[in-house]
């Protein structure tokens, strides 16, 4: 499987971002991931997780993006992560991954998100 992140880019405190990621691969492979979601990392920071969705539609955030960002999609061929009041501290590498059945996980390449005060 492999995955494919963009929407990243500069963009100043308060306004709002899409990222999109997009799988492609055997459809025996796409067919058994079961959750899909966005982890970040900031420089020098920890890779964390940011927000996930299963193949039913359940969604889970990170504390510090409750109530601003949203996870959409089928968690199988695509997702989105609407970004909305961002803040400097949301400054990172965002991944997207996709975990099987069996619990592979798959990376995307990540996309770059800046925010300016």
């Known amino acids: 499987v492999q995955l494919q992140a963009s929407g990243g880019g500069l963009v100043q405190a308060g306004r709002s971002l899409t990222l999109f990621c997009s799988t492609t691969?055997?459809?025996?492979?796409?067919?058994?991931?079961?959750?899909m979601g966005w982890y970040r990392q900031s420089p020098g920071g920890q890779r964390e997780m940011v927000a996930t969705?299963?193949?039913?539609?359940?969604t889970n955030y990170a504390d510090f993006v409750k109530g601003r960002f949203t996870i959409s999609g089928d968690a199988k061929n695509t997702i989105d992560l609407q970004m909305n009041s961002l803040e400097p501290d949301d400054t990172a590498v965002y991944y997207c991954?996709?975990?099987?059945?069996?619990?592979?996980?798959?990376w995307g390449r990540g996309t770059k998100v800046t925010v300016s005060s």
């Open positions: 991954f996709a975990r099987t059945l069996a619990s592979n996980n798959y």
């Open positions: 969705i299963t193949g039913l539609g359940t």
């Open positions: 691969g055997s459809t025996f492979s796409i067919n058994n991931i079961n959750v």
